[in-house]
């Protein structure tokens, strides 16, 4: 079973920066294209960055240029640098494959964007 253990979020001030770290168990690790998630209150799960085994990353339009996909393919960990964070940016975030090969869900790591 694949596992994916999710850490560094935390509470922090609109306009400050967090890093979050994921370090997976998956032994076809650098086969995938991995991608970071996250879920609001009351709402869906939504993608918010993804970084294919060649290094190719993608962000939707309203990450808005504040986030940064990263993965180390030794260590098996896939970091996400999230800048200028928003109010809007409070959810759990989670890391997991893209969403054509999920393999089970984290806990997830919280971050709360508050003044």
């Known amino acids: 079973q694949v596992l994916f253990v999710e850490s560094g979020g935390r509470l922090v001030r609109p306009g400050r920066s967090v890093r979050l770290s994921c370090v997976s168990s998956?032994?076809?690790?650098?086969?995938?294209?991995m991608a970071w998630y996250r879920q609001a209150p009351g709402k869906q799960r939504e993608e918010v960055a993804s970084?294919?085994?060649?290094?190719?990353?993608d962000y939707p339009d309203f990450v808005g240029g504040r986030f940064f996909i990263a993965r180390d393919s030794v260590k098996r960990t896939v970091f996400l640098q999230l800048n200028n964070l928003k109010p809007e940016d409070t959810a759990v975030y989670y890391c997991?494959?893209?969403?054509?090969?999920?393999?089970?869900w984290g806990q997830g790591t919280q971050v709360i964007v508050s003044s």
């Open positions: 997991n494959r893209d969403e054509r090969n999920l393999a089970s």
């Open positions: 998956d032994p076809d690790f650098n086969r995938y294209t």
């Open positions: 970084i294919s085994a060649a290094g190719k990353r």
